[in-house]
Each structure stands twice: as C-alpha cells, then as structure tokens.
C-alpha cells in the first residue's frame, strides 16, 4: 500500500490519518528516520529497525562469531537445504 504526500516549504510533509492510527503515531511524537537504499523510512516511536542488535552483549561469555543476521540467513538457508532433500528421497 503506498500514499503520496506532497512536500511543502522547509521539506515538511503530512502522514495521512490511517497510517497515524495504524501505527500510533500522536502529535508531539518523535520519528526516527533512515536513508536505506535510496528511500526514506520512518520508524514510529518504540520500534526498533533491527531488534536483533539490541540482543548483541545481553549474554556474557557466548562469542557470535558473525552478525546475527547472516547467522539467520544461514540457518534459513539450511533448513531449505534440508526441506528439498527429503523432497527428492
């Protein structure tokens, strides 16, 4: 689903009604925007764009030898890996 909004003077912008409600955005409430890619994303407050960062050094002792999204990519790609074996047996 996309809306278009105009720009106004000084690069305002209004985020129409329904996306406001849905997400619970207020007047008064702070944004977080990021540059990703060419686009524009606004976080709503309380999000977190990447949560798995947020569990980096919650538990001591447990090395992570990659980041933890190219673990999960890896795990992801593994249980493919095993579906379309037992596929072909």
């Not at 933890?68 to 493919?80: D, F, H, Q, T």
């Given at each position: 689903?996309?809306?278009?909004?105009?720009?106004?003077?000084?690069?305002?912008?209004?985020?129409?009604?329904?996306?406001?409600?849905?997400?619970?955005?207020?007047?008064?409430?702070?944004?977080?925007?990021?540059?990703?890619?060419?686009?524009?994303?606004?976080?709503p407050p309380?999000?977190?764009?990447?949560?798995?960062?947020?569990?980096?050094?919650?538990?001591?002792?447990?090395?992570?030898?990659?980041?933890?999204?190219?673990?999960?990519?890896?795990?992801?790609?593994?249980?493919?890996?095993?579906?379309?074996?037992?596929?072909?047996?």
């Amino acid at each position: 689903m996309g809306f278009q909004v105009r720009v106004l003077q000084k690069g305002k912008i209004t985020i129409p009604l329904e996306v406001r409600e849905t997400l619970g955005i207020k007047e008064g409430d702070v944004l977080t925007l990021e540059m990703r890619g060419g686009r524009i994303i606004l976080h709503p407050p309380n999000t977190v764009p990447n949560p798995t960062e947020l569990l980096d050094g919650l538990v001591e002792d447990v090395p992570v030898k990659e980041p933890v999204e190219l673990e999960l990519r890896k795990a992801a790609a593994a249980r493919v890996e095993r579906k379309l074996v037992r596929a072909e047996e």
